[in-house]
């Protein structure tokens, strides 16, 4: 068996406990590609693994950070990454779970380092773009980094903006920065496997999991979190915003769970548009199965690949 094994795909398509009980059957530990259940206080809107699941089986960045602070991709690919390695160097297996494709992309392909941040330059250029028009801006990259301007589309602005600030900050195109990143693929033995389920069913799963943050006490903890200076990034778990609303006031309690079924559907469709290009992945089709199922699935599949 690989030492190192992903399991990939949208949520609610049970890819904590399909981890914890394959974990628990090849004696691994989980490193977590979430960023939501990275943060320590809420547990229920961001569906943390269980006490119970925690105290079985050793996981990694779960509950690590106060929703207070800032954490970047790049600070999780380093120390996450750093991690794998040891458990590779120490023929210890490990699971990388998560449904959060920014943190796998980086552990696999690798990120650079931030390049920093002009305000004054980011303003300059947005007033050119205004004046003189975006393909002029287009135009400039094309000047310093060819290579990227053929991949960002003449309308997309910010990141035609985020490509000139990273060269003018850095002296160097964002195209030859992020070939310098470097992942762990290609140089450990990985698997990735995804699990999905038909769209019917996976809303069904949602919604139902959605209901059950309600009934296990999802407006007390927004109520808790909403007392605390959330960062940019904890801002974003779903819950926050939607059942911050039901509590000033604006809508009914109905209304707040609709918008977070809603919602949790749309991020749901957003994973699989991130995952579904990569051909690395191996998908399981999970309608049917139960997690043993999925489990001994992955087995039969790291087996027969290791013939």
Same mark, same amino acid.
């Given at each position: 068996?690989?030492? #190192?094994?992903?399991?990939?795909?949208?949520?609610?398509?049970?890819?904590?406990?399909?981890?914890?009980?394959?974990?628990?059957?090849?004696?691994?530990?989980?490193?977590?590609?979430? $960023?939501?259940?990275?943060?320590?206080?809420?547990? =229920?809107?961001? $569906?943390?693994?269980?006490?119970?699941? *925690?105290?079985?089986?050793?996981?990694?960045?779960?509950?690590? #950070?106060?929703?207070?602070? +800032?954490?970047?991709?790049?600070?999780?690919?380093?120390?996450?990454?750093? *991690?794998?390695?040891?458990?590779?160097?120490?023929?210890?297996?490990?699971?990388?779970?998560?449904?959060?494709?920014?943190? $796998?992309?980086?552990?696999?392909?690798?990120?650079? +380092?931030?390049?920093?941040?002009?305000?004054?330059?980011?303003?300059?250029?947005?007033?050119?773009?205004?004046?003189?028009?975006?393909?002029?801006?287009?135009?400039?990259?094309?000047?310093?980094?060819?290579?990227?301007?053929?991949?960002?589309?003449?309308?997309?602005?910010?990141?035609?903006?985020?490509?000139?600030?990273?060269?003018?900050?850095?002296?160097?195109?964002?195209?030859?920065?992020?070939?310098?990143?470097?992942?762990?693929?290609?140089?450990?033995?990985?698997? =990735?496997?995804?699990?999905?389920?038909?769209? +019917?069913?996976?809303?069904?799963?949602?919604?139902?999991?959605?209901?059950?943050?309600?009934?296990?006490?999802?407006?007390?903890?927004?109520?808790?979190?909403?007392?605390?200076?959330?960062?940019?990034?904890?801002?974003?778990?779903?819950?926050?915003?939607?059942?911050?609303?039901?509590?000033?006031?604006?809508?009914?309690?109905?209304?707040?769970? +609709?918008?977070?079924?809603?919602?949790?559907?749309?991020?749901?469709?957003?994973?699989?548009?991130?995952?579904?290009?990569?051909?690395? =992945?191996?998908?399981?089709?999970?309608?049917?199965?139960?997690?043993?199922?999925?489990?001994?699935?992955?087995?039969?599949?790291?087996?027969?690949?290791?013939?």
């Amino acid at each position: 068996m690989p030492n #190192i094994v992903f399991i990939v795909g949208p949520t609610a398509t049970g890819k904590t406990e399909t981890a914890f009980t394959l974990a628990r059957r090849i004696n691994a530990e989980i490193v977590s590609a979430d $960023s939501m259940t990275i943060y320590k206080e809420p547990a =229920i809107i961001t $569906s943390k693994p269980s006490p119970e699941m *925690l105290g079985q089986v050793q996981h990694h960045f779960v509950g690590i #950070i106060s929703v207070t602070q +800032e954490y970047s991709v790049f600070d999780y690919y380093a120390r996450a990454c750093a *991690l794998i390695n040891d458990f590779y160097r120490q023929k210890k297996p490990v699971l990388v779970c998560g449904g959060t494709g920014l943190y $796998s992309k980086a552990l696999l392909d690798g990120i650079f +380092e931030g390049a920093g941040k002009d305000e004054a330059f980011r303003k300059d250029l947005e007033e050119q773009a205004r004046i003189q028009g975006k393909e002029y801006l287009h135009n400039e990259l094309k000047k310093v980094d060819i290579e990227t301007a053929r991949k960002i589309s003449v309308n997309d602005v910010k990141r035609i903006i985020r490509a000139l600030e990273v060269y003018h900050c850095t002296g160097s195109p964002l195209s030859k920065k992020k070939k310098e990143a470097k992942g762990l693929w290609g140089t450990v033995p990985i698997k =990735i496997f995804g699990l999905r389920l038909k769209r +019917e069913a996976l809303y069904a799963k949602i919604d139902k999991r959605v209901d059950e943050m309600f009934n296990a006490g999802a407006i007390a903890e927004v109520e808790r979190l909403g007392k605390l200076h959330l960062s940019l990034t904890a801002e974003k778990i779903i819950g926050i915003k939607e059942i911050g609303g039901y509590l000033k006031g604006e809508y009914t309690i109905e209304k707040a769970k +609709e918008q977070m079924k809603q919602n949790t559907r749309r991020f749901a469709k957003r994973q699989m548009t991130w995952f579904k290009p990569d051909k690395r =992945i191996q998908w399981i089709d999970i309608d049917t199965l139960t997690t043993e199922d999925i489990v001994k699935n992955i087995a039969q599949k790291i087996e027969a690949d290791t013939r």
